[in-house]
């Protein structure tokens, strides 16, 4: 644990809870985002806290940065935060040069992009914020093999779309445009550990509004009353809260497993368990949450929408469950003999299906 950590979240949550509303949100839908927000971030140094210091950065590690991304969720921050850290991230893992400015990222085995003499070629759909950020960094195919690619996307034709959150999700074409960097050919390996830490970006992200609605419901219960009493002394309402207060819990303690798993290098599928174990909790979440809201929940002028919104648009992004789940199967099939116990029971070794690819 970085021992910035406790004045980092300090700072961070304090210029979100102080700048962003439920009216700066809707701003998303209505095709603007927050560039005041991200030159505040950018002044305190957060869109490089865990950059290193050779390279400009803090100089934390992925438990700093991931926390941020856990609370730009929790008051759903309408910056291309995760998607210019992360993808600031994965150029410095992989020796090559961080960006200035914004960013965003696409990372999936589907294989849109062909690299050859030095250009990419191809069409990608729900590439977060494209419309609004300078550089794309994403995978891309050779005949040699797999590669992180960094773009600049003055040469994209981008046509706007939006998720189910009104989020910025576009399609980005290219025609042989020039790469800025490319890396060496990525090994299995290396292209699992990329997909588990997006994940992990992701996770992070849905904790944030997993516990912002979790707020949300517990402060309405207490306000709105029902026969002259506020409706959390009912006891169907109380039984509402505590499972949802349980599920929230699980979604806390799984996030900070996978950020202590992935600061000791010793994730083996702590990731995987986690994003499957995250479709449960916000199925659980999101019907808990609407059902103690009723009607006024999904009314423009509540802010609960906002965030139950993003978690099912988030949930579909990305690599999901589908991918972790098949993972998990294949492992649980080669050890299903007398190597299941010792497998199921140990806790640093890596996993043994890198090469999987989904």
Not at 151 to 163: E, R, V
Not at 270 to 283: G, K, N, S, T, W
């Amino acid at each position: 644990m970085s021992e910035m950590k406790d004045m980092i979240m300090e700072v961070v949550e304090r210029m979100l809870k102080e700048n962003v509303d439920k009216d700066l949100v809707d701003t998303v839908e209505q095709g603007d985002w927050a560039p005041a927000l991200w030159e505040l971030f950018e002044e305190n140094g957060m869109t490089v806290v865990a950059v290193t210091e050779e390279n400009g950065g803090a100089g934390g590690d992925i438990e700093d940065l991931l926390n941020i991304v856990r609370l730009t969720g929790k008051y759903a921050a309408p910056i291309p935060f995760i998607e210019t850290t992360f993808a600031n991230y994965l150029l410095e893992y992989l020796n090559l040069q961080i960006l200035e400015g914004l960013a965003t990222y696409r990372l999936s085995t589907n294989q849109v992009f062909t690299l050859e003499n030095g250009t990419l070629t191809g069409e990608a759909h729900h590439i977060p914020w494209a419309r609004h950020v300078k550089h794309l960094v994403t995978l891309a195919y050779s005949s040699e093999g797999t590669h992180l690619v960094e773009i600049d996307l003055s040469q994209a034709d981008i046509k706007q779309g939006t998720n189910l959150a009104g989020e910025p999700r576009d399609t980005v074409t290219f025609q042989h445009a020039l790469v800025s960097q490319t890396s060496s050919v990525l090994s299995p390996d290396e292209i699992h550990k990329l997909t588990t830490l997006c994940t992990a970006f992701q996770l992070a992200l849905m904790t944030g509004a997993i516990d912002k609605i979790n707020d949300l419901t517990i402060q309405f219960t207490k306000e709105r009353e029902q026969f002259g009493r506020p409706i959390h002394r009912f006891q169907l309402v109380q039984q509402h809260i505590v499972h949802l207060a349980g599920e929230t819990a699980i979604a806390l303690a799984a996030f900070n497993n996978v950020t202590e798993a992935l600061l000791t290098n010793n994730e083996n599928s702590e990731v995987a368990y986690a994003r499957i174990r995250f479709e449960e909790i916000i199925q659980a979440v999101t019907t808990i949450s609407h059902q103690v809201h009723a009607a006024i929940g999904t009314t423009h002028e509540h802010s609960l929408h906002q965030f139950t919104r993003r978690l099912w648009a988030w949930r579909d992004e990305g690599v999901n469950s589908s991918y972790w789940t098949n993972i998990v199967a294949l492992q649980l099939m080669e050890n299903s003999e007398d190597s299941l116990w010792a497998y199921l029971t140990t806790s640093n070794s890596s996993s043994p299906l890198l090469k999987v690819e989904g």
